[in-house]
Each structure stands twice: as C-alpha cells, then as structure tokens.
C-alpha cells in the first residue's frame, strides 16, 4: 500500500480516532475496509465481505473498477472474499483492478482451502504482479489507470495502467459458463478466444511476443505490454513453465479438511 496505515474494519465511524492519530496533517493515506461496491454504478470498493456474498454482475457483465485505484493509482486495494468456494471472480476483480488479493485459507480456525485450480491462479497472477519491471505501472506516481478498454470480444474486458514509458493491458474473460444463444449443447465447452495483438506487444501471461493475435483461456486471464522496456529473459521463460498447463485442466472444487 502506497504511504498506508492499515487499520482493519475501518469505516467513516473511524475517522475521529484518524484525525486524532494526526494522520492527515502527515499526508498519509488510510488503508480501509469496506464493502464490495455498487453494481449500478460499476465501482468496487475493494475490501472484504462479511459472509458468502458474490461479487455484483458475477459473470454476466464487467468487473467492477476500484474506486480507490481511480482516485489515486497508488492505491493497491485488497479483494479479500473469506468464505467463496470458488475464488475466480474475487482473482478475476483483483487482476482487472491491478490490485491484490488475499488467500486467506483458515479463517479463525474453520478451513476454507483453495482449489488446485485458483490455486494455479494466484500462483501466475502473483509472479506477474510481483515482477520488478511492473511495479512502477501498477502503482507509480504517473501511472494512469483506465477501466473498460475497447476492441475486445462480447465478455471479455482489459483496464489499460499507462504511463510515458510503458502501456499494459490486463484482460479477464468473463463469459462464465453461459451458452449464448445460438447453442444448444451444454456438455460443448465454450472456445477459447483470442484478442488483437501488435507488432510489438508482449504477452506477459504466456511469455511469448504478441505480433498476431493473443490467446485468453475461457474464463481465464492475458496481460499485455503494448509498449516499454523488454521484460528479463528469465521473467518471460518463467511464465512459459507457469502457463503450461492450461487452468481448466485443474481441479476448482474447494479443499475440504477431513475429521
């Protein structure tokens, strides 16, 4: 978190004990937690939900864009969904948004494991956010965070993090597992897309140049650097080895504990 004090719950009702602490004099920000955001207004406030709530639109519309990442691209919110079973939106909100998102797997004490498959999921998107090269765009002071680029297949959406020296596009395809119209047979997997490329684009998520056309797992994840710096060698070999077994070859039922 950019110049962050984490207070945990917080809420509007906080503010006197912020104010007495003497932060705002410092300029610093305040790390709160809050509620999931408003669907109608396609704002997510990025925090954690107190119970098994879904996320607003889940899988039938965009993602929501953090408030708090608008306001200031410094901002590094924290999607955190306790009790899902299914960790996908909550990984796909967080990718969307540049933002981080929290594995919490024992909750006081009641175990709620992640599958092999979002397991897999927070494994590549970790590696990727954490690369040296990324961190300046996803929460530099120039960075200018864009939600809801255009040119992308029916359900799929990318937020553009661009600065002077470098764009990077992170993109979610979030079709669910809904027929469209024209379909009849449920047991017919839905294809794969694939979403333009460029002549110098990198494909971050495969770790391959991007000249053609980038290809996006069913409900899965791509990022793309369409201009900067040449990512390390070893970065990209790294994220070959990670992608090479596609995500809906793991298993995404939930870890259960037995007695």
């Keep these: 978190l950019a110049d962050a004090l984490p207070f945990d719950a917080l809420s509007w009702n906080y503010f006197p004990l912020v104010s007495a602490l003497g932060l705002y004099p410092t300029g610093r920000a305040v790390a709160g937690d809050d509620t999931l955001g408003d669907a109608r207004t396609g704002v997510l406030d990025a925090t954690t939900p107190y119970g098994a709530v879904a996320f607003p639109g889940f899988f039938y519309g965009p993602p929501l ?39 919490w797997e024992n909750v006081w004490g009641v175990w709620n494991g992640l599958s092999d498959r979002d397991a897999q999921i927070a494994r590549r998107v970790s ?19 864009e939600p809801y680029a255009d040119g992308l297949p029916p359900g799929v959406f990318a937020s553009v993090f661009a600065s002077s020296a470098a764009e990077l596009r992170l993109v979610v395809d979030r079709r669910g597992d809904a027929l469209p119209p024209d379909r009849d047979d449920p047991a017919t997997p839905l294809p794969n897309h694939t979403i333009p490329g460029c002549r110098r684009c990198v494909d971050l998520w495969n770790g391959r140049p991007a000249s053609d056309a980038v290809p996006l797992e069913h409900n899965g994840f791509a990022a793309l650097l ?12 790294e994220r070959r080895r990670l992608v090479r077994t596609p995500l809906a070859d793991f298993d995404a039922a939930p870890q259960r504990l037995t007695q």
Excluded: M
Aim: glycine letters at 6%.
């Design 127 to 145: 590696h990727l956010f954490r690369a040296d090269f990324l961190r300046d765009l996803l929460i530099g002071n120039e960075t200018r965070f």
């Design 226 to 237: 369409v201009r900067g710096p040449p990512p390390p060698p070893a970065f990209l070999a």
């Design 65 to 103: 864009a953090s408030r708090y990442k608008l306001l200031d691209p410094r901002h590094t919110p924290i999607v955190c969904d306790r009790w899902a079973t299914d960790r996908l939106d909550g990984f796909q909100h967080a990718f969307f948004n540049g933002a981080a998102y929290a594995t």
